[in-house]
């Protein structure tokens, strides 16, 4: 099966089959989430958190997406892979956005960006970058880069007000031109009230069943991060203790004389060339 297109995107909405969405930041997890079928892959700014052990994704560079980015590239050839704008790449100017998404396609083959929010700075940078020939896929909800003004992490749009206002923005990142929106962390209600007026995917991580797609953080439902597990993650596996047991049977066996084992993890040597070795050796130290 080929990469995905926006076309198979689209017609995916039209038929109903749910878009399975899915971060990965390295090349391993990548390989493995192609290989699983994942449909599309978010090269997420949670990078910070995730992979470099920050508390929060603003420390995260262009230089460590595009690193990332390209990784992610090669361990999954053949999967539409969006690149995360990061804090501060987009949000002085049309032309660092567009400067910024253009490095994310050059260097690191990405199909599509993603950037956070929907104010009139933010619907003017997805349209210059979309007229620079990039999908754009919009992010509004509980945005982690808006962390300060949404007073923490914590779910949006529960107030009927507030509510109305992220149906408004979804249609305001549309009609800005991007391909596709993400909706974090809202209530089921919400999420369904801006897929059903949407005219393009909607893509929801904490945003109910309703949306065309769904996006989890990889590490948070293998069960990998565990600084802290929002409430619409499911875990479907316990990898983080599975590596931790690993990681400590090799301590004990490395403490214990246990490993390598001489017959099974050590490379061998013919007879007639060990025996002359120990006599070139104690010929050498005589
Ligand atoms: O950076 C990321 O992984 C994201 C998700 C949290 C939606 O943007």
Do not use: W
Not at 116 to 123: F, K, L, M, N, R
Not at 147 to 175: D, F, H, I, P, T
């Amino acid at each position: 099966m080929g990469k995905k297109t926006i076309h198979d995107f689209y017609n995916m909405v039209e038929t109903g089959e749910k878009i399975v969405y899915l971060t990965a930041y390295d090349y391993l997890t990548a390989k493995m989430e192609e290989k699983a079928g994942v449909d599309m892959i978010l090269v997420g700014d949670s990078l910070g958190m995730v992979s470099l052990g920050y508390d929060t994704t603003f420390p995260v560079t262009m230089d460590d997406m595009v690193r990332h980015c390209q990784a992610v590239r090669r361990g999954a050839p053949n999967t539409f892979i969006v690149g995360d704008m990061p804090y501060m790449s987009y949000q002085i100017s049309d032309e660092q956005a567009v400067a910024n998404a253009g490095r994310l396609v050059k260097e690191a083959l990405v199909d599509a960006v993603k950037l956070e929010g929907a104010g009139p700075q933010v619907t003017s940078r997805i349209k210059a970058i979309t007229e620079a020939g990039i999908l754009v896929m919009g992010h509004i909800g509980l945005t982690p880069q808006f962390m300060g003004q949404l007073g923490g992490y914590k779910a949006q749009g529960r107030s009927a007000k507030a509510a109305l206002s992220l149906v408004k923005q979804a249609k305001l990142v549309e009609e800005a031109g991007a391909f596709s929106i993400l909706v974090e962390g809202v209530p089921a209600a919400v999420g369904k009230a801006i897929t059903e007026r949407a005219n393009f995917p909607v893509l929801g991580i904490g945003a109910g069943s309703y949306t065309h797609g769904q996006l989890l953080i990889y590490a948070d439902m293998v069960g990998m991060y565990d600084n802290f597990t929002p409430k619409f993650v499911k875990k479907y596996s316990n990898v983080g203790e599975v590596l931790t047991n690993a990681f400590a049977d090799y301590v004990k066996d490395v403490r214990n004389s246990q490993f390598p084992d001489d017959t099974q993890h050590t490379y061998g040597m013919k007879e007639e060339e060990r025996a002359e070795f120990l006599a070139l050796l104690e010929k050498e130290e005589k």
